[in-house]
């Protein structure tokens, strides 16, 4: 089966940017999407097809994918980002859907 | 606008089956390309996929719960319906639907949730 890897978590500091990675095999061959969970809330679509906002999205969020890795950049992060990100691709061969173990992203 | 809506039992036993039931409105599942999904997530664990419906009644099951799923769907009354037989105290989780659309097929809107407790 196919597998992605999540840093469990990441720190930042208000202002700054927060990088967080997800890794699977050949991972840049599939589409990647991330989705940001507050608590007590549903995921919500952040980036999809690698590097797209969807609509209503801040400009601050934005992704990469390349290799092995997909990677969501939160420029100038926010206390509002606070939450827990989760990387997600479908695998094309299987044609499963596959999720990462999630990061969760500290603001402080 | 697309809006989906999980509905089903809060509780069911250990040995049951649990039936959820997905009632969506502004999308047709008829649409090439679209399809529903169901994912759960137990309490302070990650998301899990557990199966895919597309618009041409292709469907697809997580490879680790494929023996205990059932995905169906009914365009007429818009609803697609998942079935988990032989339900355990690790099920217990909040279970959504999902909106998804190619290519990548990503969740590009969910549902609320619905939670569900195994116990006796």
């Known amino acids: 089966s196919y597998d992605l890897t999540q840093p469990p978590s990441v720190s930042v500091s208000p202002g700054q940017t927060a990088t967080i990675t997800c890794s699977g095999d050949?991972?840049?061959?599939?589409?990647a999407s991330w989705y940001q969970q507050k608590a007590g809330q549903s995921p919500v679509l952040v980036i999809y097809?690698?590097?797209t906002r969807p609509s209503g999205i801040p400009e601050r969020f934005s992704g990469s994918n390349s290799g092995n890795t997909a990677t969501l950049t939160i420029s100038g992060t926010q206390a509002m980002d606070e939450a827990d990100y989760y990387c997600?691709?479908?695998?094309?061969?299987?044609?499963?859907?596959?999720f990462g173990g999630g990061t969760k992203l500290t603001v402080l | 606008q697309i809006t989906l809506k999980e509905s089903g039992p809060t509780l069911v036993k250990p040995t049951q089956t649990l039936t959820l039931t997905c009632t969506f409105s502004?999308?047709?599942?008829?649409?090439?390309?679209?399809?529903v999904g169901w994912m759960r997530q137990p309490p302070g664990k990650a998301l899990e996929w557990l199966a895919l419906?597309?618009?041409?009644?292709?469907?697809r099951y997580s490879p680790s719960l494929l023996n205990r799923l059932t995905i169906t769907k009914d365009t007429s009354t818009n609803q697609v319906v998942l079935t988990m037989t032989n339900m355990d105290p690790e099920d217990t989780a909040k279970y959504y639907c999902?909106?998804?659309?190619?290519?990548?097929?990503?969740?590009?809107?969910w549902g609320a949730g619905a939670t569900v407790t195994v116990s006796s």
């Open positions: 999902t909106h998804c659309v190619g290519p990548g097929y990503h969740m590009d809107v």
């Open positions: 502004g999308f047709s599942l008829s649409t090439s390309g679209v399809a």
């Open positions: 419906i597309y618009w041409d009644d292709d469907k």
């Open positions: 050949k991972l840049g061959d599939k589409y």
């Open positions: 097809q690698d590097t």
């Open positions: 997600q691709a479908w695998d094309n061969d299987s044609v499963h859907v596959v």
